[in-house]
């Protein structure tokens, strides 16, 4: 079936739509009203939908693809390179109409309990931040009146206490009683994570999925339903080494003449999902008991950061076979290539 390509610049109200009518040549560029987007394609043969990737673009993929339509998500650095002349809305639907026909690897569509799970990620993400920026806070009011406490939350609930005391004698009420309410907000971020990393333990548990991905050392809960949501439909990635490099557990490239030198971990790809795999990588070579000779050689061969980087794309390659394939985790199992 052939599909008509279609660039669609969404916003909030009024989206734009480029196309080329496939009968008369004639450029369209139109406007239509956020209402009314479902309805103007509803009355159109299967078209190529090329979208940005950014808020609202999934809600409008599904619904788009429920019409019989197809939909591809692009990363807007992508989609920039095909704007010509002055930025706009009608410029950029253009842009996206050029850079959805050309080849290239589109972003998976997720399904809306997919994303509800990113959603508890994500919070659980942004209440971090605000703990650690919290515990900041209260260090660098305590130093500015010559009190100093250990780094970590730990230390912070031993001898917080001791230095409200000491500088009750003399300091204004009205100060420490806004510490002990900076503090009090620590424990309740506390609660509200803890109740996040309840809800998603109760996700991973229910998903077999989930339960292969958390027999592999280094993955908890956390990893697996971070994986599975972000990863979409697992068949869409050709390998395992692409999951990691749309991850960012690949080192960048240079090269020219035939000669490609290979860099550092760049910031590309999903920065959560990154960061979540170098931390479970982490626990696997540092904490556990055997943690491989895989790992423990390339120890003794470069630094140890490096070497946990290596293993968190392992550890990404891993998980997308074992969701790729539908089967459990062996510690034994051998890839066998075809010649």
């Excluded at 989930?210 to 990893?223: F, R, T, W």
């Excluded at 390339?298 to 550890?315: G, S």
Aim: aromatic share 6%; with cysteine; net charge positive.
């Amino acid at each position: 079936m052939k599909y008509i390509p279609v660039g669609v610049d969404i916003a909030k109200h009024l989206i734009q739509v480029h196309f080329v009518d496939e009968h008369t040549g004639e450029v369209v560029d139109k406007q239509v009203r956020r209402q009314d987007l479902l309805t103007f394609f509803s009355n159109r043969k299967p078209c190529l939908i090329g979208m940005e990737s950014c808020g609202g673009s999934q809600h409008w993929a599904r619904e788009l693809t429920k019409q019989g339509h197809q939909v591809r998500l692009m990363q807007g650095r992508f989609v920039k390179a095909f704007v010509m002349g002055n930025k706009n809305d009608v410029m950029d639907a253009r842009a996206i109409w050029m850079a959805v026909q050309q080849p290239g690897k589109a972003i998976a569509v997720k399904t809306e309990e997919q994303q509800s799970v990113l959603v508890l990620h994500r919070s659980r993400r942004q209440l971090v931040k605000f703990r650690t920026a919290q515990i900041n806070a209260l260090h660098g009011t305590l130093l500015e009146f010559g009190e100093t406490i250990h780094k970590g939350r730990a230390a912070m609930d031993k001898e917080l206490p001791a230095a409200l005391e000491r500088m009750k004698m003399k300091l204004p009420q009205y100060l420490i009683s806004l510490l002990e309410d900076q503090y009090s907000r620590l424990n309740e971020l506390d609660s509200l994570i803890d109740s996040i990393e309840k809800q998603l333990i109760s996700v991973a548990r229910q998903s077999e999925t989930c339960k292969h991905l958390m027999e592999i050392p280094g993955v908890g809960p956390l990893i697996a339903t971070a994986a599975v949501a972000s990863m979409g439909e697992a068949r869409a990635f050709k390998s395992g080494r692409e999951f990691a490099a749309y991850v960012g557990l690949v080192p960048k490239q240079t090269g020219s003449g035939g000669k490609v030198r290979l860099l550092g971990i760049s910031k590309r790809g999903d920065t959560y999902l990154r960061t979540l795999f170098i931390h479970g990588a982490r626990s696997a070579s540092l904490l556990a008991k055997d943690p491989g000779p895989w790992i423990t050689e390339l120890k003794k061969r470069r630094p140890a950061a490096v070497a946990i980087v290596a293993m968190a794309n392992k550890l990404a390659r891993l998980v997308w076979a074992i969701t790729a394939n539908n089967r459990q985790y062996d510690k034994n199992y051998v890839s066998v290539r075809p010649y």
